[in-house]
């Protein structure tokens, strides 16, 4: 990054915020501000779970709670403990916030149309698509990599989704039990670490980091969900293991994968990965990768 960067995404903030009325207190002339808006929105036609709607947004829980009860006094919304777990609370809209969600809807489209209007076709479709890839590169910005625990229920999830992919698309399937999966506790620090991914809240992608003794550091299990392809996270998997991997010292970075799996084939490629013989007797890799990484100093964080 730098100062021409920061200028020009602080110089689109201020144009984006005036055109689309963010600024004043009654956002779309409804009577609340863009706040109440956005989470009356959010809420959608079957409710939404309390804790899952703030992770969605990114937004403190205090904030949260004085958003929807000032939606709760003007009847647009309930909010009630759900029957099986008490802790979790559900917002729901009534009548009055469905009818109140439909305004708004019709007031969105108007004011879209009016940025839309003044241009003229070309002018249009180069908008539209300039504003369809800002929003990817700004949803790729809201992904963050978490350590977890491998036993951690995002980490189950995203295993589970992984290995029912790789059964349907291995030629002949996949039994786990066939496979060289690492026990958790060569995924835990020091022997190696876990990592997910999260799009809003949401886990949508996993890799493991092994770190043997007396062998190479070797990448396991990584997965992107199909929702979150094209966001750049497999790279960002792949960055922050080969640090993380440097940091401890080594020289040395390791992989295999199926032959079905191109696209994983093809990034590893560009990352600098370059294909060696056999290292392993994984029964479901066919080619085996090792990318040389310069040691760093541990990190002091």
Known sequence: MDGEQIEQVRRFN?????RVGVLHDEYLGRGRPIGEARLLWEVGEDGQDVRRLRERLGLDSGYVSRLLRSLEADGLVTVAPQPQDRRVRTVRLTDAGRAERAALDDRSDALAGSLLQPLNPAQRARL???????????TAATVTLDDVDPDHPDARYCLGRYFAELAERFDSGFDPGRSLLPDAGELRPPKGTFVIARLRGEAVGCAGLKLPADAPAEIKRMWVAPQARGLGVGRRFLAELETRAAREGRDVLRLDTNKTLTAAIGLYRSFGFAEVPAFNDEPYAHHWFEKTVTPLPPSTA
Do not use: F, Q
Not at 14 to 18: A, C, D, K, S, Y
Not at 128 to 138: K, S, T
């Open 14 to 18: 201020r144009t984006v915020t005036e």
């Open 128 to 138: 539209v698509a300039a504003m369809a890839e800002v929003d990817r590169l700004l």
